[in-house]
Structure formats: C-alpha cells, structure tokens
C-alpha cells in the first residue's frame, strides 16, 4: 500500500514525541535540530538507512508545528506504479483516460497540512519535474486538466539513497534535488547509538503490553550489542515476534529471534 499514513490529529503529545526517539547525545543533536526545523516551515530532507525511523521523524515536525492537527498524509513512492505516479499526486478530472473519473490527488488531501514522500528516488523522472514546479509555486494541474490548482502544504522527503550520486547519473532531477535539499537531517544507524536500543526497546514492549522486566539482564546484553543492520524496525519486530513466542516466561538469550 503507497499511502503510510493520512491523519489529522495529533498520535502522542509532542513531549511524547521526543522522548520515544531516544536518549543518545547523536539522537538527541538530531532531536534538537528537529524542533528548530519544526519552528519554521521549510520543506526537508530526512536522510537514513532503512528502518531508522525517517516516518517517525516526519511525524515528530508535523506534530511539533504550526500544521498539527492538519492533515499529515505519508507516502511510499517505491510502491506506486509508475504509470500511476502523476494521478495519485495531482488527481484526474473525468476523461482524461479510459475509467479516469474526477477526484483529487495526495496534494489536495494534504491541503493545509505536511505531505511525506518516502523514498523519493523512486518517483518517476518525468514526475520529478512536475513535483519541481508544484514544490516551487504550491500549484498543479490535474492529469487531463489545464486548470492550475493551489494548496498550502509543507514538504517533507526522506530516502536512504545516494541523491547526488543518483543527480550525476541523471537518474534524478537536479532542480529538485537542489529544491529540496535545504533542512536536511541526517538520522543515525541503531547501531551508532546503542545507549538508544534499552530506551526504544522499553517503549516498543510497552506498547505492545509486554514489560523489559521479562527479559534476563544477558538477553538484554545481547539486544545492546547486536548490531540491527535494519535499526529501529528491526528491534520493534524481534521484540514482539520474541515476547508472541515467549510469553509468560522470563526471556533468554536462546529465545531471541533476531
């Protein structure tokens, strides 16, 4: 499914937030830099390897902002076909191909609020361009329209791609890459902050019901020094797939399920 997330109301309280990211000095530079960013309306580019949290952060300068309780619509660019791309963006006006009816695109949706691109290396090239001019004048035309709409939403893109490599091998729009690469975070790998993994780790079991308390003090040994080559997404999965499997029962290294 392409689209993550449309909501318009606040998930946690904004303190809320925060804490949940981490404790780490590396986290907590990035934390900092988000409520600057998050005082501003920029449009900005969230850099990380997979499962780092790139959604999360998204979401943590939505809800910290002027446009909390606006919409906060999250895409997945990698899951929309390419032949797709345009209309789910922009919307169709009746006609503008076989079946096409009149409805509105993702843009319209976040009208007032923040739209998410994740994974924007994987929008199509020729979509790329249209994003360009959307971004830099907040209109656009629908597929099959020459009518120019408005809306007023804040940019927020995030990839664990190479962007300038990809712009050298013209696998990506200059303009754009230029455009939106202004307030960039750079969010850190699990395994660079390791003081995080106990903090997240608690959170997550928390909120699935389960308590730390459950596990023996080597189990949690081995959970600090895994190395989480999928991050934060990866530690929520072994934990609830590991307390499924374990329940009622203090967990040990062997039960594990990395």
């Known amino acids: 499914m392409y689209l993550k997330n449309v909501c318009g109301s606040p998930v946690l309280i904004n303190t809320d937030l925060l804490k949940v990211a981490g404790v780490s000095k590396a986290i907590n530079s990035v934390k900092n830099y988000l409520q600057k960013v998050s005082e501003t309306d920029l449009d900005v580019l969230l850099l990380g390897e997979s499962g780092t949290g790139k959604t999360y952060m998204a979401r943590i300068i939505h809800e910290l902002s002027d446009r909390r309780g606006k919409p906060f619509v999250a895409l997945n660019m990698a899951s929309i076909p390419e032949t797709l791309a345009e209309s789910e963006l922009f919307g169709t006006v009746s006609g503008a191909y076989t079946g096409a009816v009149n409805r509105p695109g993702f843009v319209c949706v976040a009208n ?5 691109f994740d994974e924007i290396a994987e929008l199509p090239l020729a979509v790329q361009a249209k994003l360009l001019h959307f971004v830099e004048t907040g209109t656009f035309c629908k597929v099959g329209s020459t009518t120019e ?87 929520e999965n ?4 590991t307390c499924e499997l374990n329940r009622g029962k203090i967990i040990g290294v062997e039960d594990l399920v990395f």
Do not use: M
């Not at 791609?161 to 969010?187: C, M, P, S």
């Not at 072994?238 to 797939?241: A, E, I, K, M, Y």
């Open 112 to 116: 007032g609020g923040t739209l998410f």
């Open 149 to 235: 709409n408005h809306v007023d939403v804040r940019i927020i893109c995030a990839t664990n791609a190479d962007l300038e490599e990809l712009v050298k091998q013209r696998k990506f729009n200059e303009a754009l890459y230029y455009r939106i690469y202004k307030a960039v975070v750079r969010i850190p790998p699990l395994r660079s902050r390791r003081e995080d993994i106990l903090v997240l780790s608690e959170y997550f079991l928390k909120k699935r019901g389960f308590s730390i308390q459950s596990f023996s003090s080597e189990a949690l040994l081995s959970l600090q020094n895994h190395d989480w080559p999928g991050n934060v997404r990866q530690l």
């Open 238 to 241: 072994c934990l609830h797939v």
